[in-house]
């Protein structure tokens, strides 16, 4: 009887022991952003301050693209792993950057650190991009990964999505992780790009 009690008492505690280690493990899984985090082969970039207290005080400025005709240009996001143990990235997340949000842009694909370009599906009644990443991507304890997705204009009604001199952003990317056959989702602290309005209404 007191073997079975024993066995019974680790068998309990691995049962609690197994979530919460995959927990810390997403716990140290960190969406940050590139320095550059837009890369346009057509598409000006500007600059926005605003008020963010999570940089000590420091300015923080959020990247903007001007969304105009022929917009073509890459959003690079970084997924660090600061944690102990390698977690698997299996999905990246877009809100607002799917075919039913308002404005004229699209999430078209995704590559970056993989040897393969995972093409977009839609969630959240297609106002968001999603990127299903077949078999993972693996980010080690103290590594990094780099997330490029391409973004392309796209326009999606009769009206300026954005006027001149308005602007968008805060969009924050979720990413899926599994850690111990175990997944949830990270999601970004705070967001840091978006898009500006351009004279004339494109």
Not at 57 to 68: K, N
Not at 74 to 91: E, F, K, M, P, Y
Not at 160 to 178: H, M, N
């Amino acid at each position: 009887m007191a073997i079975a009690a024993l066995l019974v008492a680790v068998a309990a505690a691995a049962a609690i022991a197994w979530p919460v280690s995959a927990a810390v493990a997403r716990g140290g899984v960190v969406i940050r952003q590139d320095a550059r985090p837009w890369a346009c082969a057509s598409g000006a970039i500007t600059t926005q301050p605003v008020d963010d207290s999570l940089d000590d005080g420091q300015q923080q400025f959020d990247s903007l693209v001007t969304v105009t005709k022929g917009l073509d240009c890459r959003l690079r996001i970084i997924v660090d792993n600061t944690g102990g143990r390698a977690v698997s990235i299996d999905r990246l997340t877009l809100p607002l950057f799917g075919p039913g949000s308002r404005v004229d842009v699209v999430a078209t694909q995704l590559d970056g650190d993989f040897s393969t370009t995972y093409p977009v599906q839609t969630a959240g009644d297609d106002l968001d991009a999603r990127f299903d990443i077949a078999g993972g991507l693996t980010v080690d304890p103290d590594t990094a990964e780099v997330l490029s997705v391409e973004v392309k204009y796209s326009k999606k009604g009769s009206g300026c999505s954005l006027s001149a001199g308005s602007s968008t952003s805060d969009f924050r990317p979720v990413v899926q992780v599994t850690s111990r056959r175990m997944t949830g989702d990270v999601v970004a602290s705070h967001g840091w790009f978006g898009f500006a309005g351009a004279a004339g209404c494109p």
